[in-house]
């Protein structure tokens, strides 16, 4: 992809179809400007970038539509004082944040299944900067679960109009009551009731919610965590509310109050744009064998036993584990040269093995996502929000042996499972085999796409000291029997099966890590 067919300007206050070429730029009378003397002009009137999904894009926009399958979310409980919370500070953080992610604050348009764009239209002023962040910002008075619950299993929260939003709820603390109506959160445990005598209303430290959501099709689980960071870190600084008001007004100028130079994207290039053409015939002949010689070995047998039920019902199984513990968990799979991602891949074969269901002489298999952004060329842009994974399987037998101790045959999974994430990784046919994986996607995805509408008719604390995280919880949206590691299809599965396996699950990690 050309950075020009990837941005191409207009003032139309419509979407054309199709848009103007890339030299081709109008001024609010009509009149052309594509002879400007600069490419640094200024643009008076409604302007818009517009670029085509990639495939990776397109199989999950299309999956999205109804009912917001994959919509991701990643929530974060924290405890700080009000005065970072309140609602100038929050939106001043977000429209800085959606000034430099374009497709935070874009839209979609979908003429058909084979061309679907998005649509970024510049704030023209910081205070339209500021109007476009409070418009898709929420508050809340919701605990955490009722937060997810809402997200998870109400009406979707997003739409080709909204591909992100931010939620921020206070919730009560544990100890001092202020004498306000109950909706009012408690001050935290972290302050006392002396000194909460001598604070300001802003200074006393709360509990509050925070609810990142945002589209698949934009991002993924890198993306979502790195704005986190970027987020508290512009929330939690020692910015007053007049300094981040400058910074709105400093990010505009630098960004957006100029048409773009022509070399200069205004929307990141999709993976497969920045992946480039293969047009060696030989060398793309090599690829698309290679996958399926790979696809042919990937064979699963475990399946748990489903039900129908008309009503979709997203559920994530949370068990907490204390700060000790939790660091003796770490320490135990460094001890065995794996990582707690490794382990878990481990824990869940030998819980399925103890489960007791399905066939012992297919394997087990899972899938699990790839971050690719190491293998890519450094976007032109400083933009992190885009959607960059492939996807890999990781396959452990079936069953347990007898004559075998079973910690000894875990860490030996376990590190298998490293293994074998090692060689994907590590594979010169990753970029081929990510590839076409998303030709086959973006097929398969356009294909339900018709069936559905013929039938439809990590953070970091450094930088924000006086914030103090203390839960995470991510996961998105699923479909109808739809099961990952980090949320479930309740009503899609037999209830009994999948209760014993978390059980298993449980007491693996008691088991073999504690």
């Not at 994959?70 to 800085?96: C, E, K, Q, T």
């Not at 999709?270 to 696809?295: K, Y």
């Not at 010169?428 to 990510?434: L, Q």
Request: with cysteine; proline share 7%.
């Amino acid at each position: 992809m050309t950075p020009l067919t990837d941005a191409s300007l207009t003032t139309s206050t419509q979407v054309p179809s199709p848009g103007l070429s890339d030299e081709e730029v109008l001024d609010p009378n009509g009149q052309d400007m594509s002879t400007a003397d600069t490419p640094d002009r200024q643009v008076h009137g409604p302007a818009y970038y517009e670029r085509q999904l990639g495939e990776s894009e397109v199989s999950y926009y299309l999956q999205s539509r109804a009912t917001g399958v994959n919509d991701m979310y990643l929530h974060l409980g924290f405890r700080s004082p009000m005065r970072l919370v309140l609602r100038p500070r929050v939106r001043a953080a977000w429209a800085i944040l959606r000034m430099r992610h374009p497709l935070l604050a874009s839209h979609i348009v979908m003429a058909n299944y084979d061309d679907i764009k998005f649509v970024f239209r510049p704030p023209t002023s910081p205070e339209d900067a500021l109007a476009g962040a409070d418009s898709e910002l929420d508050y809340r008075h919701q605990n955490k679960d009722a937060l997810i619950d809402s997200y998870l299993n109400g009406p979707r929260t997003l739409n080709n109009e909204r591909l992100s939003y931010l939620v921020v709820s206070h919730t009560p603390t544990l100890d001092i009551q202020l004498p306000t109506p109950p909706l009012t959160p408690r001050i935290s445990p972290d302050v006392s009731a002396d000194q909460a005598a001598h604070l300001t209303s802003d200074d006393r430290v709360f509990n509050h919610e925070l609810l990142i959501c945002a589209g698949h099709f934009i991002g993924d689980g890198m993306a979502l965590h790195q704005f986190a960071n970027d987020f508290f870190g512009l929330l939690g600084s020692a910015f007053s509310q007049e300094e981040l008001d400058q910074l709105v007004a400093d990010e505009w100028k630098q960004r957006w109050s100029q048409t773009l130079p022509s070399d200069t994207p205004a929307i990141p290039a999709s993976v497969e744009d920045n992946w480039g053409t293969e047009h060696h015939r030989f060398r793309r002949a090599a690829g698309i064998i290679d996958f399926q010689n790979n696809l042919d070995k990937q064979i699963g047998g475990q399946a748990f036993p489903r039900k129908k039920d008309p009503i979709r019902r997203t559920v994530v199984p949370t068990t907490s584990f204390g700060e000790d513990l939790t660091k003796a968990m770490i320490k135990k799979c460094k001890s065995q040269g794996v990582s707690i991602s490794s382990a878990m891949f481990a824990i869940c074969n030998i819980a399925w093995a103890r489960t007791g269901r399905g066939k012992q002489e297919l394997p087990m298999m899972m899938y699990a996502p790839i971050n690719i952004r190491p293998y890519l060329p450094k976007p032109t842009g400083d933009s992190y929000w885009f959607l960059s994974v492939g996807y890999f399987n990781i396959i452990f037998p079936n069953f347990i042996p007898a004559s075998c101790d079973v910690s000894k045959t875990f860490w030996l999974r376990a590190r298998s499972a490293k293994a074998q994430s090692s060689r994907v990784a590590k594979n010169p046919m990753i970029i081929p085999r990510s590839r076409e994986m998303a030709i086959k996607r973006g097929k398969q995805a356009r294909l339900w796409a018709k069936e559905d509408d013929e039938k439809e008719a990590g953070v970091w604390h450094a930088k924000f000291p006086d914030i103090k995280l203390h839960t995470l919880t991510t996961g998105s949206r699923q479909r109808h029997g739809a099961m990952l590691i980090l949320g479930y299809d309740e009503n899609g599965f037999e209830r009994d099966t999948v209760d014993l396996f978390w059980k298993n699950v449980d007491a693996a990690i008691r088991e073999f890590l504690i």
